[in-house]
């Protein structure tokens, strides 16, 4: 059966099982491979996007259940107010490492943005405690998250 | 943006990365060397083409450590360009270009060697360029190449105030004989080298655009996941697949000796398909082995004879009359080294050829897994390098690529091998497991009189690090006996280190806990382990590897001319480090082998027993 799905501002129609998880549709079926494959549990968090704006875990995330729901990926998220302030944090800051999660994480930093503009360290844990960093940049992101957020009061 | 070419091409603008551009160019199809050769290549590192591009091509792979960054800072500093002037491009496998000379010429990127090896060859590399593009530019107008010098991709006369643009220089540097010999710049005047500069890969990696290997998307590729044996040298018994080929998506199940595989358009239905195979395993001779019967083996293995290193005075008497005596032991388990990206090797066998999309820390090692399976020449096998998403030393290894290739040959089209995290997990190459058991032996002043120290087991990080152990104490005993054990190991991170660095303070610790004030300042100066005593290849130092002097109180002379005794006993047992090949080999033979890959000579010798120890 073919689903319709709204992906960074543009209709896709795929033909895959019910129940298939966004990420394979992402990576496999439409080649938006921004978004990584980590655990397929959502354990991990290297395959957030946003469904509505809110972060998500598409390993789990079927496609049936995204009909009528915007879905945007690590590619366009720097299209977002947000996501244009944690992306340019990101470099400012020298988060990545072997940056395979990099993606994930920063997704998952611009819907906390997005929802809440001035998070507390407790609102970051909250967060981004589902977002796993083998190379361990934690502190990093914490420090680039608290500049996006500056940036973002300051009206930048 | 749905850019379903840009895979083979990845190109990041300036929009993010402040003027950078950085490109890693793979193409799918014929040679590994990129589209877009400048005419003016005078070694395997630097190119630059007429139209100004300036390629440099990476030896090491990057995995996060920022070797594709610092690499670039090496060659740059010596070209006379800025970073934001340069293309970066992957190596293809080559050991005679690209071999680390610091890992016996393997093309290998681990041990955090790159920057050591680097640091004169790769200067080398961009002076030699710059030497003759600056000698091109002095020939055009007539003037001495001492009168010129190269500044930001540019040759500059500076008393006439004219310049030309590497570019507009690299054919007729082309033509230029290659120097052998190049002066290199006088630290001084370095503009690049030392300066905090931003990661070449970062604008790639927070957009999306960046490719690793589990990103490659050669035109028609299919998904495959697959189910290895989970008893290690076990196999398929039995096979009912019906249920997965009924699977919307799955196109192929391929059976191997001791792994299924689905292929499928997707991973949802690859996985979906795994699934629902029925697959009964025949699980061989290590069916019955069990975590906790090897740790029972290598701590009896503390207790028997071993081999000694290296004894100073006489331990077993020294500890026999201390006053107090203080044994710890420790044990090192089994750990998978976890990369996020998991495992994953795309191949296309044909008749003719191969093509290998693999993020691989050795990629000579893994063309030639690839070559063997495939049944075909090395220059046949075109390996396409990719970023890795975490190596931590598993991406040292080939068996993912031989298991990829092996699927391949089965299935019409190129194939990507997706291993889910279970699988990645259960049959990681493990850190090896090791029990040490440390004893020290205090006078009734409860200062130290004699350090035993003995451990078992895998043998990958012995000799790598005794040399250490023996720097820092001044004495150590070495000797192995090894006995093959019965679960595949590989490099990680700092797996001597780890047990090293740790385990002698920690007893140092337990026996400074049962100690007096004086003898607690003695075993505070505990010295730091070295961690490093190796020099960068070319610098001042590195003919001269000095050992870090121990800084502890054991130099120092004994009140009242006491005598001390140490002694490390080592006794490495049940050791072996797999190869891939050599556990597959030990699969197909249905024995346990021991085999050595990697680190210097054979460690499969038995060595003459040590003395026995002490007990309390």
């Given amino acids: 059966m073919a689903f319709n799905v709204k992906i960074n501002g543009k209709q896709h129609s795929v033909d895959v099982d019910e129940d298939t998880p966004l990420l394979w549709v992402l990576r496999d079926v439409l080649g938006l491979t921004g978004t990584k494959f980590g655990c397929g549990m959502a354990l991990c968090g290297a395959c957030t996007v946003h469904v509505d704006g809110v972060a998500t875990r598409s390993c789990v995330t079927p496609v049936n259940a995204l009909q009528g729901s915007e879905v945007t990926t690590i590619e366009a998220v720097g299209k977002t107010v947000a996501g244009a302030r944690v992306q340019k944090a990101w470099l400012d800051h020298e988060v990545v490492q072997c940056g395979y999660c990099q993606s994930g994480q920063i997704m998952s930093a611009a819907a906390l943005l997005a929802s809440t503009p001035k998070p507390t360290d407790a609102d970051i844990d909250g967060a981004m405690s589902g977002n796993v960093c083998r190379c361990g940049t934690y502190g990093r992101i914490r420090e680039a998250i608290k500049q996006a957020a500056q940036s973002g009061s300051k009206g930048g | ?616």
């Avoid at chain 2, 681990?110 to 004169?120: L, N």
């Avoid at chain 2, 071993?306 to 005596?325: F, H, N, P, Q, R």
């Avoid at chain 2, 078992?456 to 192995?480: D, K, N």
Wanted: contains cysteine; proline residues 7%.
């Fill in chain 2, 1 to 616: 943006m749905t850019d379903l070419a840009r895979r083979s091409f990845l190109r990041t603008g300036a929009a993010t990365g402040g003027g950078l551009l950085l490109s890693l160019t793979l193409p799918l199809t014929g040679g590994a060397q990129a589209a877009g050769d400048g005419p003016f290549a005078p070694n395997a590192f630097v190119r630059i083409g007429e139209d100004g591009r300036i390629v440099l091509v990476m030896p090491y792979v990057e995995m996060g450590q920022g070797t594709y960054t610092a690499i670039p800072m090496l060659i740059a500093e010596e070209l006379e360009v800025t970073l934001n002037q340069v293309r970066l491009e992957h190596a293809p496998p080559d050991e005679k270009l690209y071999g680390n000379p610091l890992v016996a010429g393997v093309q290998a990127t681990g041990g955090s060697t790159a920057i050591m090896a680097s640091w004169q060859p790769l200067r080398q590399a961009g002076a030699i360029a710059r030497t003759l593009l600056i000698a091109a530019a002095a020939k055009r107008w007539n003037v001495a190449p001492e009168a010129c010098r190269a500044q930001a991709g540019e040759v500059l006369h500076p008393a006439t105030g004219r310049s030309l643009k590497y570019g507009a220089l690299a054919a007729d540097a082309a033509k230029l004989p290659v120097p052998k010999e190049v002066a290199l710049k006088d630290p001084k005047d370095f503009k690049i080298i030392g300066t905090p500069a931003k990661r070449l890969d970062a604008p790639a990696k927070v957009d999306g655009s960046a490719v690793y290997g589990i990103d490659a998307r050669p035109p028609g590729v299919k998904i495959a996941t697959l189910a290895q044996s989970p008893v290690f040298g076990g196999r398929v018994k039995s096979l009912d697949d019906a249920a997965a080929k009924a699977v919307k998506g799955v196109r192929q199940i391929v059976r191997l000796d001791d792994a299924v595989a689905v292929v499928a358009d997707h991973m949802g239905a690859a996985k979906k398909g795994l699934a629902a195979l029925k697959i009964d395993w025949d699980d061989g001779p290590h069916a019955k082995l069990t975590t906790d019967q090897i740790a029972r083996e290598l701590e009896q293995a503390t207790l028997a004879a071993g081999a000694v290193a290296e004894t100073i005075g006489d331990t077993a008497k020294a500890l026999a009359s201390a006053a107090t005596k203080v044994e710890a032991t420790y044990q090192l388990p089994f750990l998978a080294h976890a990369a996020l990206e998991p495992m994953n090797c795309t191949v296309h066998v044909r008749k003719d050829g191969c093509d290998v999309w693999v993020g691989t820390q050795v990629a000579a090692r893994a063309q030639a897994a690839a070559a063997k399976v495939a049944g075909l020449p090395l220059d046949k096998v075109v390996l396409h390098q990719h970023l890795i998403g975490g190596g931590f030393g598993r991406r040292l290894e080939i068996d993912g690529v031989t298991r990829a290739t092996e699927i391949a040959r089965h299935v019409d089209g190129p194939v990507k091998v997706v291993w889910t995290r279970e699988e990645d997990i259960q049959h990681d190459m493990y850190r090896p497991y090791w029990f040490d058991r440390l004893q020290a032996g205090l006078d009734e002043k409860g200062r130290p009189v004699a350090w035993n120290h003995r451990f078992a087991g895998s043998s990958l990080p012995a000799g790598c690090r005794l040399a250490s152990i023996r720097a820092w104490i001044r004495t150590v005993s070495t000797a192995r006996s090894i006995s093959p054990m019965d679960c595949p190991i590989c490099m990680s991170n700092t797996c001597g280190s780890n047990r090293r660095e740790f385990r002698p303070p920690s007893g140092a610790a337990s026996a400074r806990r049962t100690t007096s004030s004086w003898s607690k300042a003695s075993w505070t100066n505990w010295p730091p382990p070295p961690s490093r005593t190796r020099s960068p290849i070319g610098s001042p130092s590195s003919k001269n590897r000095h050992a870090p002097k121990p800084c502890s109180n054991w130099q120092r002379p004994r009140p009242g001319g006491a005598r001390r005794y140490l002694r490390v006993l080592v006794a490495v047992c049940r050791s072996s480090m797999y190869s891939a090949a050599t556990w597959r080999r030990s699969r197909k033979s249905k024995l346990p082998r021991t085999a050595r890959c990697g680190y210097g000579a054979s460690w499969r010798r038995s060595i003459a027993a040590s003395s026995s120890i002490p007990t309390r």
